[in-house]
């Protein structure tokens, strides 16, 4: 779909400048769902924008295309954003010389569609009336292409091709008064997934949907010389953890929480909302050393990996994690099948921002980049490989067929996932229906696709057993599960209108 | 004052990826009014971004810092930006391969203000309800400010710090349905010096503001292989040269052109106008072989040198222009004179876009950078300096000293300008009046400010005989010369509200 | 100790275009020994550069700041250099079209000392009488300076600050006419430790020193479409798994393996030596699925693991890697003890090229930008943290403090190396003695200052079982292991020069 | 011819990161011989790097495509180079603090050959036994290839492609045992032009080889704050001004001039010389405002073209000269021909580093980037053309065609030099005789093919007129004219050996 936008151009919007796609480059190579943003946000510490920088390292996970801050020194508000990792865009200290405050807001990025555009960058700002802003959000409106084709008709002229330039506008627009008032009458009009972190001259803002799809975090700086302890916002507890900050609470979904000079407050415009927490979070996203929603995620993993063990178990001689995301997992089913959990598969960490296109001879190589296999530990050896979730399924059928080449010679794939059947609308990158392979078939076909000798997924069950419950009905649709379900909290309206319009 | 914008920040609006100051670095040392823009539009041509890239070139004296061009292929605009010289901006071929289409606009960039954003850059662009617009401006708005504050109490978020985009958002918001009405909506609302060019998907447009007081004009590419000639729209004639192209006509006062495929057609929205054409184009700015408004440049400024030594004629050995743009009235008062024409100043032309900062024992060496004297042409010699204008002063008082210490046993100078005592605000940087140093002593004051022997600027009526009228009063107020008689011809409104604000 | 060479100057030999230190910030916080090199080298292949580029990418962990390729297409020689990851500075396919040809030898360089200069990143090239040279080097000369003084001396001129540099110079004065004869003559001058990849226009050479302290192996790419398979030299097997190339054999200590069109063949101009490969190999610098010498990197990694945990076996809940090269080591330990093997330390990589410096309230950061714990695993506990070596010390004692803030209630230590006492002069980046921990401290000393309730280092007979001997003096010497017991195999004709000058 | 040189590759030699021949784009676009350097040198002045900065920067014209600057401290050398101009290599503050001391040698690069390496900006820089030595050279060496073979036979290894390298290798296997013998026995050795500039730890040397060919000068700073004055070495006088030195005398031919603290003091190795100074540099290279060998540059130029309006007078309406190089000519062609001097054709300054190359419809458009037309100037004007010399011819013609397409009656075209029939081997850039036009055709034809009504240059008796003799014979060989005459007063050892190798 199209989206109209200030400055640049549908086709070819980038000018030279602006343009770097190279990060890009590799984005769908690994074959994983992306999450699309992490963020942090400091009110009233000395080196805001330094703690910011180091927040934003602690959930570079969560984002790695691009970085931006906005600080706030009492006086004038700040910007800086780059493509790239947090250490390339901050790691000068001339470039942190001109972030200035004691209050800043920052954003890491990971852009779902198109080149990744420096304008594009968040946090956005905008100058009001009443001051500047700075907005901060992960996650994903459904309903932002229908505002921002009625916004274009008023007359509003968008900068940026993100779905969170929208909230700018309809704040600009907004017939109140105040900051707060006129971000909750914004927020009334949006749909979606939407932490936000919002910066004023005033005060800083934490938003969580009313379902709460994606995370917030509220933690409080120990007292220093004398100085109060600065309020601090994050996507998940080890942003909290590099900085030395406490764990105060999680943001409640459909929560405002409003940090300001006289402390903070919270507001509930959407009045009790029902919590519908990714789940995929605890699976693949989150760090491992992250507690979310007063669960470890470590942990979590682990046990998936116990539960998958007694559901799927299987006769062999080594459990093998798909690096890195699979370790958990496989430590954990290694642990309940008694059978050793070995490294058969190295990572390579120094792919760098670009690599060989493969030609003539070289082909496929693109796995090899990344991964290798340990020959000694598969070698004539029944191996369980464990990984986190099947998407497109290429990845995976290139792992197995190197781990076959090393000379395993059975080799059984384990997902502590149930199947990925469908698409995510609510800030997860994920590929359209049609190429999740587990919506085009069924478990023995993906086994025959992938060249296993079996492949098993966790069961519903199993996944929230090991979330604590006794199974899927007992959690209560306490978590959104959208992507192995189909079952969406949250209206579609941008997809319907596109692919379901009404008749004129 | 502050202009609230989308994006940047006021006192430190730009990102590490869009700051480049280093071009300003230069741009006051020369101590000369700028010119602030030069634009250059074509329709219907093969190359039309190349003939755009060359006719900015053409214009590359209007205006050095930046540059852009937005081309339309008859279905997606495209847009490459940069700061520099056209050159270095489009002199790669890749380059000019994301700028495909058979129409395009261009601009060339001098700021007044701040440091030079990328962001700020134009051709600015936008997409509306009806398609992509692109607008290239030269010349200065003088209530867009009052017009800016007002937008943006309605909603509208600024992503640039121009006056232009002031007619972005006119038209965005203009009840209108078609382009060409919209645009005269937004045009009754402002008020100033432009000279504007328009792309959108069906039509280029020229307009000039209703006094004229920036130029315009109108070319055609001769017919090849058939095709129909191409029209051009330009600031000067220089551009229609450089591409081959046949000067047709000027654009007039309160004119808007409209070329599209059908032709070309004219409209007056303004009714019949005066014009008040910028005098100075002809002293200092144009290009010397462009032709204004009828009259060739460079023999208008040559005429001027005659006038000169008619008015103030002095004994002496060498008449020595100040390079380059004194070398044509120079010429003209030896020639009246009799008085040899000398080069006893040299121009040293490769100066690069930075250069050291003078330290310690090395002091004042700015002007030697750019001029060396020509000792042998000046030592014991009584010399006449011919220059176009004195701004500051500063530069004035340094090339006298190195004229004094090359030997010259009497040094006159000669202006072929009346005093500079007043700013512009139709679109050329000038400093405030409080640095005019005809705005604070009389010439007698000046003369030993300056360190020469005599000083003497052409006289009003010197200044429009040499234009080919009897004197200023028979000119009856064909041109705007407020910068040198602050008669100023269009209303100060952004001014007026900062410096008289009107009682609450 | 200073090196005279050809356009550098020492102290501040870069010039801008040159100069890039960026890369060195973070080389020594992690307090690792470092190794130098990685190289490569193809005879015979399509796509030469690139198998080229794939095998230095698996070589990265030998080296991660510069990489180069010489190609030989048949008639001309061909380069590219770069600073940075291998994927940074081949993977544009414009830069590998520059790199034509059958035949190429790359270099990934892990610099020691100083800047990083384009000048000093392999290999170097030089065109002699009888034609074009590339060699690049994996390892250390130990007179390296005493040589190239005698060379200066003489009339050369050096140009880069290698030592690799040596071998260019007395190649291209020996008296010897052929290319073998005349490496022969450079290779007995030389003292030290030299994997060397030797390109000319008639062969591929290998050389290994005669301790054959650095590794060196040989494969063979399967034939493909009726050619003859390409040879292949490498540092490691891991590279020849990348190229889908067949393990053939060691080079021997001392051996010169020549490569060209009528196959291959072996000159041992040493005569038969002695082995002394070095035993840090296995503990650290080779990539965990590399085997070496016969035996499987990550085998022999579990094992030390293994005999660590039956010498200094501790009561703990935890066993704790410190990641990630401690991981296999740890597995190890926790098998033989029966303790769990836990991921407690989470390691973030993503590290940019540069980050921020600690400032005011944030101290100590370095650690935490590459390593959070995972509190859960290690609240409350009795942790056991396996690395592999303590260098200076300085990382070891903040990442106890991390384990300890994270609520561990017992910290013990053990190092699956034994005590780093004395310097590396061949290869390996160590600092000094006086900075080594273990050579200014005794055990209960280092437990203190690293601040661990105990500490224990393999001891040297139980890392020669691991690697299959009865004890240390079963092994007879097969293994250089200066750096722990300062018996070193090879004269240190300069470090005795500059220690220990003659009298005069 | 191929040069085997250390780390470049014939064909490809450099690297991405070395290469950029950007800068050579536009390099013989304008049909003129270049000169191929500048050489600026400072012994005891504070702020040294900083002089040489400027003197480089007014001696910017003698060449544009790199610059280079070697201090020295008292303890340590520092280098600095880059390509483009002295601006933009030294323009940053920051650049210029790592190049302290009280010693500098500098040097202005115009390449004649390949692509533009950093490697090949000098000044070279070697250290040797006796310490550092940095050499800049302005000229060719005519047996450089031939030195440059033997020396590799030796073992020397080369790592630049200029000639000015095989005296740095010359220096350093001289058994001389002091800096001057060395450099005397090394300019024994070599032939040709060549204005040396020479800093060691103890001296700041200047050489003019026999002839003295190129021009070399020597200058004194004033005294400040009772310091002595310092010594400068430059090669125009115009570099001398804008630091404020005062002219000392030229060097001689065959002179080297030693300044150390102990003074100054002068050798003659090669016993008293014949002067052969390079007329072409005062019909086109140096600067207007210097003066050389005694006489004014600029109005040395006046009065060839005063000898011209002499020799070769027509009947026509305006004298225009070529800017910028023919304006004093014209101007002393218009003097004495009593012909209006009119600036006719205006050349554009703001040419980028890059352009676009002409494509389809847009050809021939080179020179229009640089020059357009003056119309009314030339429009049905009988023109008088006074350009310096013609080289291909191909400006030439689209001059004359441009001036015909403003509407001139008839073209006659003056050259300010003899027809330029042979090459320069001393250190000018000019094609092969094939390419000379006036080698190819007589005056006569070339009228005919560049299209003029009538075409004189200046007679060989007119030239050495304007510079002070009765005639050419009474000179007395006083300059080399070459170019003009094919004289070659140094012998052509390489070219010799290339085109009449002798019998084997």
Excluded at 35 to 54: M, P, Q
Aim: aromatic fraction near 8%; charge should be negative; charged fraction near 25%.
């Amino acid at each position: 779909m199209s989206r109209p936008c200030f400055h640049a151009v549908s086709g070819n919007p980038a000018t030279q400048h602006e343009r770097d796609d190279i990060a890009a480059q590799w984005r769908h190579d690994d074959d994983k769902p992306h999450e699309e943003c992490g963020v942090f946000g400091v009110w009233n510490a000395n080196d805001a924008s330094a703690l910011t920088a180091l927040g934003l390292h602690a959930l570079q996970h969560r984002g790695q295309e691009a970085s931006g801050i906005v600080s706030y020194d009492g006086a004038r508000f700040h910007t800086h954003k780059g493509l790239g990792l947090v250490g390339d865009v901050f790691g000068d200290s001339r470039v942190m010389a001109t972030l200035p405050g004691h209050c800043a807001v920052g954003h890491n990025r990971y852009a779902t569609t198109g080149a990744t555009l420096i304008r594009n960058v968040q946090p956005l700002f905008a100058d009001f009336e009443f001051g500047g802003l700075a907005v901060a959000h992960n996650g994903n409106l459904t309903n932002a292409d229908t505002l921002r084709k009625a916004l274009v008709r008023r007359g509003c002229i968008f900068q940026s091709t993100t779905d969170s330039e929208v909230f700018i506008h309809l704040i600009a627009i907004s017939l109140y008064s105040n900051v707060v008032d006129r971000l909750i009458d914004a927020l009334k009009q949006v749909l979606g997934a939407y932490s936000l972190i919002v910066l004023s001259r005033n005060e800083l803002i934490g938003v969580r949907d009313p379902l709460g799809v994606r995370p917030l975090i509220l933690g409080r700086l120990r007292e220093e010389d004398g100085t109060e302890g600065a309020w601090v916002l994050a996507s998940e507890t080890c942003a909290l953890d590099i900085v030395g900050a406490e764990f105060v609470r999680d943001v409640e979904p459909g929560e405002i929480v409003i940090i300001n000079d006289e402390g903070i407050r919270s507001l509930k415009p959407f009045g009790s909302t029902q919590s519908r927490f990714c789940v995929f979070e605890y699976i693949y996203f989150a760090r491992p050393d992250s507690i979310m929603d007063g669960k470890a995620v470590y942990d979590t993993r682990k046990q998936i990996g116990v539960e998958l063990a007694r559901e799927s178990g299987v006769e062999a001689d080594v459990i093998v994690p798909v690096p890195d995301s699979g370790v958990p997992s496989a430590m954990g089913f290694a642990a309940e099948s008694g059978i050793p959990f070995e490294l058969g598969i190295i990572r390579n960490h120094y792919v760098g921002r670009t690599f060989i296109e493969p030609t003539d001879q070289i082909r496929n190589l693109g796995v090899k980049m990344k991964h290798s296999t340990n020959r000694p530990v598969l070698d004539g050896k029944r191996v369980v490989l464990v990984d986190d979730s099947i998407v497109r399924g290429t990845t995976s059928r290139k792992i197995v067929d190197m781990v076959r080449a090393a000379g395993a010679k059975e080799v059984h794939m384990r997902i502590s996932s149930p199947p990925t059947t469908h698409s995510c609308f609510y800030g997860i990158d994920t590929p359209e229906r049609s190429q999740l392979l587990a919506a085009q078939h069924n478990i023995e076909e993906m086994a025959k696709l992938i060249g296993v000798d079996s492949l098993a997924f966790i069961s519903f069950d199993g996944l929230y057993r090991a979330l604590g419950y006794k199974d899927r009905k007992n959690a209560c649709n306490r978590y959104c599960d959208a992507c192995f379900t189909g079952d969406y909290p949250i209206e579609l309206v941008d997809y319907e209108a596109e692919h379901h319009p009404e008749p004129a």
